[in-house]
């Protein structure tokens, strides 16, 4: 075309409508209808390390941070051409520049959605992600809610730390989307489908039925089990046929349990459950079973301080007491004798099934010793045995496996006065004993040593007969007399009152251990081992024999005695030479 002035001015004015309907394009609505605060879709037109740009159909593209769409593992999910919804942050006009959020947009959305599951009572899946003070949050996918700690489970957390990093599902309770604040419960959503369950159960449920539980709480008595929206009670006594000392010997915290209903009160919702009763009762015909006198083995299962417990089969124990675990010796506990464990041969003693009692022996297992002892060493066996310990009263001589003799300190010697036996023997020392006595039943057996030689106190009334006259030495002087040595072992005591005819103080003043003395006999007995004597009788006797003449001088003697005038005479012969 040929270049007019004409077509020239008609070009310029043709770009000149172009470039205006470009700028009224550009300023008009439809460029991009954009609200601060609302979402809309934009398409990714560039991606980097650091940020990604988003075309919202602006003036410009808008930037947002690559932060916003890496995963749990720093990768940017997110590529050119992918269509994401923005939220927008702010728009400048004038400046042609947008601020878009991804974050914002899936938080804005996700708020309508928990609105809406609120709304209609639904249920929203999230993960726990951490624990803080009175409760958790939970992870909804975006939005980071509220877990009150009492709103976990029907029953407090025992381990509260193994709940973080648990996938559950929630219902919305409260939301407040200007405090970006939002609260969830489990434990409505455990609550609805446990009364769903309970109310199937209760149904269905019926006495003598078979169940299936899990062990939800343990305590001393028993164990609670969640049967499906309904607890029942396993009591302690209804888990074993056998004794046990508490519920975790045999169940577990969440354990699975099979159990038989033994009671159903619908009305006030209690179930009593059993499970010994799913096995035979091993009580039943225990009598024939078990008879009287009959020998088995077991197994220590528990010691108590009155004796020891012993399982016969699982199921069945019986009691060992402590008085029927040995012959001859004195417990005081039966770990003295058995542990926990430990194999035992024991003889049935009695059998009580309405009780479910056995009582059991272990002595019976072996003969009585006590038997074989009485059997052995009839009274008046002369037999020799080692010392194996001294008391105070006695000592204790040992005859055979757990039977020891005692001889009491009264019978080791006839005559010596011994206070105590070490005076005589020591530990470990032979000795040769009489038997005195078996006691079987009180289960006593007494020796006697002085009963190997005859009594010498048999013949001291013969040989010291009333009236005869001793001579003996004076072993022991007291405030009541003397204590008179007339042969070996044998004393006599003369009487404070035998010895003068004057008043005597004290036996000492006239007196001296070791000196010999004579005295008259006056009383003389074998069973009371006694033997009088009297000094004053004596010299009394010795005076009337005396001639007349000399049992008292003439009244002018002034009182002299026989010695007095004997020894005047004397003095007279003498000077008279």
């Given at each position: 075309?040929?270049?007019?002035?004409?077509?020239?001015?008609?070009?310029?004015?043709?770009?000149?409508?172009?470039?205006?309907?470009?700028?009224?394009?550009?300023?008009?609505s439809d460029?991009?209808?954009l609200?601060?605060?609302?979402?809309?879709?934009?398409?990714?037109?560039?991606?980097?390390?650091?940020?990604?740009?988003?075309?919202?159909?602006?003036?410009?593209?808008?930037?947002?941070?690559?932060?916003?769409?890496?995963?749990?593992?720093?990768?940017?999910?997110?590529?050119?051409?992918?269509?994401?919804?923005?939220?927008?942050?702010?728009?400048?006009?004038?400046?042609?520049?947008?601020?878009?959020?991804?974050?914002?947009?899936?938080r804005?959305?996700?708020?309508?959605?928990?609105?809406?599951?609120?709304?209609?009572?639904?249920?929203i899946?999230?993960?726990?992600?951490r624990?803080?003070?009175?409760?958790?949050?939970?992870?909804?996918?975006?939005?980071?809610?509220?877990?009150?700690?009492?709103?976990?489970?029907?029953?407090?957390?025992?381990?509260?730390?193994?709940?973080?990093?648990?996938?559950?599902?929630?219902?919305?309770?409260?939301?407040?989307?200007?405090?970006?604040?939002?609260?969830?419960?489990?434990r409505?959503?455990?609550?609805?489908?446990?009364?769903?369950?309970?109310?199937?159960?209760?149904?269905?449920?019926?006495?003598g039925?078979?169940?299936?539980?899990?062990?939800?709480?343990?305590?001393?008595?028993?164990?609670?089990?969640?049967?499906?929206?309904?607890?029942?009670?396993?009591?302690?006594?209804?888990?074993?046929w056998?004794?046990?000392?508490?519920p975790?010997?045999?169940?577990?915290?969440?354990?699975?349990?099979?159990?038989?209903?033994?009671?159903?009160?619908?009305?006030?919702?209690?179930?009593?459950?059993?499970?010994?009763?799913?096995?035979?009762?091993?009580w039943?015909?225990?009598?024939?079973?078990?008879?009287?006198?009959?020998?088995?083995?077991?197994?220590?299962?528990?010691?108590?301080?009155?004796?020891?417990?012993?399982?016969?089969?699982?199921?069945?124990?019986?009691?060992?007491?402590?008085?029927?675990?040995?012959?001859?010796?004195?417990?005081?506990?039966p770990?003295?004798?058995?542990?926990?464990?430990?194999?035992?041969?024991?003889?049935?003693?009695?059998?009580d099934?309405?009780?479910k009692?056995?009582s059991?022996?272990?002595?019976?297992?072996?003969?009585?010793?006590?038997?074989?002892?009485?059997?052995?060493?009839?009274?008046?066996?002369?037999?020799?045995?080692?010392?194996?310990?001294?008391?105070?009263?006695?000592?204790?001589?040992?005859?055979?496996?757990?039977?020891?003799?005692?001889?009491?300190?009264?019978?080791?010697?006839?005559?010596?006065?011994?206070?105590?036996?070490?005076?005589?023997?020591?530990?470990?020392?032979?000795?040769?004993?009489?038997?005195?006595?078996?006691?079987?039943?009180?289960?006593?057996?007494?020796?006697?040593?002085?009963?190997?030689?005859?009594?010498?106190?048999?013949?001291?009334?013969?040989?010291?007969?009333?009236?005869?006259?001793?001579?003996?030495?004076?072993?022991?002087?007291?405030?009541?007399?003397?204590?008179?040595?007339?042969?070996?072992?044998?004393?006599?005591?003369?009487?404070?009152?035998?010895?003068?005819?004057?008043?005597?103080?004290?036996?000492?003043?006239?007196?001296?251990?070791?000196?010999?003395?004579?005295?008259?006999?006056?009383?003389?007995?074998?069973?009371?081992?006694?033997l009088?004597?009297?000094?004053?009788?004596?010299?009394?006797?010795?005076?009337?024999?005396?001639?007349?003449?000399?049992?008292?001088?003439?009244?002018?003697?002034?009182?002299?005695?026989?010695?007095?005038?004997?020894?005047?005479?004397?003095?007279?012969?003498?000077?008279?030479?």
């Amino acid at each position: 075309m040929t270049a007019t002035p004409e077509n020239m001015e008609n070009a310029a004015l043709e770009m000149d409508l172009s470039f205006e309907s470009a700028l009224e394009n550009y300023l008009s609505s439809d460029f991009g209808d954009l609200e601060e605060g609302s979402i809309i879709k934009g398409e990714v037109v560039r991606v980097d390390e650091d940020s990604v740009l988003v075309d919202v159909n602006f003036k410009s593209e808008g930037q947002i941070s690559a932060s916003e769409f890496r995963d749990s593992t720093g990768k940017v999910n997110i590529a050119v051409g992918d269509k994401v919804d923005v939220f927008v942050v702010r728009k400048n006009e004038m400046e042609g520049t947008i601020t878009l959020s991804f974050e914002k947009a899936k938080r804005m959305q996700l708020f309508d959605k928990l609105e809406e599951i609120q709304e209609n009572n639904g249920v929203i899946t999230g993960r726990i992600v951490r624990r803080i003070k009175g409760g958790y949050t939970v992870d909804l996918g975006g939005v980071e809610a509220f877990l009150p700690g009492s709103h976990v489970d029907l029953r407090p957390v025992p381990d509260m730390d193994a709940l973080v990093n648990q996938e559950y599902e929630f219902r919305v309770l409260k939301i407040n989307r200007r405090r970006s604040n939002v609260i969830v419960s489990r434990r409505v959503l455990l609550e609805e489908e446990r009364d769903s369950k309970r109310q199937d159960l209760l149904r269905t449920l019926e006495e003598g039925q078979i169940v299936t539980g899990k062990a939800k709480n343990i305590t001393e008595y028993g164990v609670f089990v969640d049967l499906g929206g309904l607890d029942g009670l396993l009591h302690i006594t209804d888990m074993s046929w056998k004794r046990i000392r508490h519920p975790k010997e045999l169940v577990t915290l969440g354990q699975e349990l099979q159990l038989k209903v033994l009671s159903f009160d619908r009305d006030n919702q209690k179930v009593s459950l059993g499970m010994k009763q799913l096995v035979p009762d091993p009580w039943q015909d225990i009598t024939a079973k078990y008879p009287e006198g009959a020998k088995l083995q077991g197994r220590v299962t528990n010691l108590v301080d009155y004796g020891a417990f012993v399982e016969l089969e699982p199921g069945v124990e019986g009691l060992v007491h402590i008085s029927e675990m040995s012959w001859t010796r004195k417990l005081r506990h039966p770990s003295q004798m058995v542990r926990v464990g430990d194999e035992v041969e024991v003889v049935i003693l009695g059998v009580d099934q309405d009780k479910k009692r056995i009582s059991l022996g272990m002595k019976q297992v072996k003969p009585n010793p006590w038997e074989v002892v009485a059997e052995k060493y009839p009274e008046g066996t002369i037999l020799e045995g080692v010392i194996k310990n001294i008391t105070e009263f006695g000592m204790f001589i040992g005859i055979e496996d757990g039977i020891d003799g005692l001889i009491h300190v009264s019978d080791i010697s006839w005559t010596k006065k011994i206070r105590h036996p070490n005076e005589v023997f020591k530990t470990g020392d032979v000795v040769q004993a009489k038997v005195l006595t078996v006691d079987q039943e009180n289960e006593k057996f007494t020796l006697g040593i002085k009963q190997l030689t005859e009594d010498p106190w048999t013949h001291v009334p013969s040989r010291y007969p009333v009236g005869g006259v001793i001579e003996g030495t004076v072993t022991n002087i007291t405030d009541f007399g003397l204590f008179v040595e007339v042969e070996e072992g044998i004393e006599g005591l003369v009487h404070v009152s035998e010895i003068s005819q004057k008043k005597i103080k004290s036996p000492s003043e006239m007196f001296k251990e070791g000196v010999v003395i004579q005295a008259k006999v006056i009383h003389v007995s074998a069973e009371e081992r006694r033997l009088g004597l009297s000094i004053k009788q004596l010299k009394d006797e010795e005076e009337r024999r005396k001639p007349k003449e000399f049992r008292a001088g003439p009244a002018d003697t002034g009182g002299q005695n026989l010695g007095d005038l004997l020894k005047q005479k004397l003095e007279e012969d003498a000077s008279d030479s």
